[in-house]
């Protein structure tokens, strides 16, 4: 799904507004939109997204107003789109359509968050000052927020009480224990010294991620990639890291560094919408 309608239904569950979302689950033949296309619709009948225009448009959406009176959780439309059939959509495209629609209860959204990824995880490592001024900004900007430290002082739900998750592990070698990451994971190493931070990228380049950037200068990462090069990591893999970690807006204090992380990673989800 698209970040346009990723945000579109997020103000809707955050405003406590149900909706209707169609999503063509299958596809045989010539279709005008394939698997994975997504219409969702207000109550008043706004709507945003598409699955495939014409007469599959207009019949799904009556449907999906249809939906808003049964309240059904969800439900199966085949639409075959070859006119020469009999009961067909007249749109020449010869195919057959597959459309489920759900309808989405706000206050109980359940799977629906899940499934559609309306919020991505960010895991910081290293719960100092830096992670300190970040994790509340990736909040504002709809990340969840791990925080993993080998100091129970620096993560714990008293620091970070917000945070979905914090984890204190006996060292960064095994940063990677308690979680499991994905390709839309966000990894961010701000650990308070140069060993911590190898420790963590050590295991961050094997594992998937959306965004992988280490704090530190230049020179400084360019001696842990040494390092890890002598381990065998291939330069293909750390040329993913963002580091410097941020974008250039010549930030100096925990505050601005936070910000130009946040600015980076928003640039990044962006490209990936």
Do not use: W
């Not at 346009?4 to 939109?33: C, H, M, N």
Request: charge should be negative; aromatic fraction near 8%; proline fraction near 3%.
């Amino acid at each position: 799904m698209s970040q346009k309608l990723s945000y579109f239904a997020r103000d809707l569950i955050e405003q406590g507004e149900d909706f209707v979302i169609a999503k063509v689950v299958d596809t045989k033949g010539s279709t005008p939109r394939k698997k994975g296309a997504v219409l969702m619709m207000k109550k008043d009948g706004t709507t945003m997204g598409t699955v495939g225009g014409g007469l599959l448009e207009a019949e799904t959406e009556k449907l999906c107003m249809k939906t808003f009176e049964t309240k059904e959780k969800s439900h199966i439309y085949e639409f075959t789109l070859d006119e020469k059939q009999k009961g067909a959509l007249d749109m020449g495209c010869g195919g057959d359509a597959t459309v489920q629609i759900d309808y989405i209860d706000a206050a109980n959204p359940g799977d629906f968050v899940k499934e559609f990824k309306l919020a991505s995880t960010a895991y910081i490592f290293g719960g100092g000052h830096v992670a300190y001024a970040l994790e509340p900004v990736l909040r504002h900007v709809d990340f969840r927020t791990v925080i993993i430290d080998d100091r129970e002082e620096y993560s714990n739900p008293e620091r970070y009480p917000h945070a979905e998750r914090t984890i204190v592990v006996d060292n960064f070698d095994h940063a990677f224990d308690e979680i499991e990451t994905d390709e839309d994971s966000y990894i961010i190493i701000v650990t308070r010294g140069h060993r911590g931070d190898l420790q963590v990228l050590r295991e961050a380049v094997k594992k998937d991620h959306a965004y992988l950037g280490m704090i530190g200068s230049k020179r400084k990462n360019q001696l842990l990639y040494d390092t890890l090069m002598e381990e065998g990591v291939s330069k293909e893999k750390l040329a993913e890291v963002h580091a410097p970690i941020g974008l250039k807006i010549g930030s100096e204090t925990p505050e601005e560094i936070a910000i130009s992380i946040v600015a980076e990673i928003i640039q990044v989800r962006s490209q990936q919408g």
